[in-house]
């Protein structure tokens, strides 16, 4: 999972991100450096899931007790990744399913937040 390592360092410095984002597309991002500011509270880090990666085999320790969006197209990929996070201890998982032109498809949250989809 690209951007796993960057995580793994936020976190054994100590830090913890706002928000993780996960992205399961297989096109890929570039958004793989942590951005924003740990003192203003905005610390987030994104991670890539590799297409040839199974989403249930992940080793997700390091999402324990973190708020985390998982995003993507394929819904077994995205939900796999979700059910992934949430075994890990995730404080919060947010997963989002969306279409070929963006549209969001499905939403879970863990804390039950829904919103509309319009």
Same mark, same amino acid.
């Given at each position: 999972m690209k951007g796993l390592d960057r995580l793994l360092s936020v976190r054994m410095g100590g830090l913890k991100p706002r928000w993780v984002w996960v992205d399961t597309?297989?096109?890929p991002m570039n958004l793989s450096e942590p951005i924003g500011n740990v003192d203003m509270g905005t610390l987030e880090v994104h991670l890539q899931l590799?297409? %040839?990666e199974n989403?249930?085999? &992940?080793d &997700?320790?390091? &999402? %324990?007790?973190?708020?985390?969006?998982v995003s993507g197209p394929d819904r077994d990929r995205t939900m796999g990744v979700?059910?992934?996070a949430i075994a890990a201890g995730a404080g919060r998982v947010v997963a989002t399913v969306?279409?070929?032109r963006l549209e969001t498809n499905?939403? *879970?949250? *863990?804390m039950g937040?829904?919103?509309p989809i319009s």
């Amino acid at each position: 999972m690209k951007g796993l390592d960057r995580l793994l360092s936020v976190r054994m410095g100590g830090l913890k991100p706002r928000w993780v984002w996960v992205d399961t597309d297989v096109e890929p991002m570039n958004l793989s450096e942590p951005i924003g500011n740990v003192d203003m509270g905005t610390l987030e880090v994104h991670l890539q899931l590799e297409p %040839k990666e199974n989403p249930r085999l &992940l080793d &997700l320790r390091a &999402l %324990k007790g973190l708020n985390v969006h998982v995003s993507g197209p394929d819904r077994d990929r995205t939900m796999g990744v979700r059910d992934a996070a949430i075994a890990a201890g995730a404080g919060r998982v947010v997963a989002t399913v969306y279409g070929e032109r963006l549209e969001t498809n499905e939403i *879970t949250d *863990t804390m039950g937040v829904v919103w509309p989809i319009s």
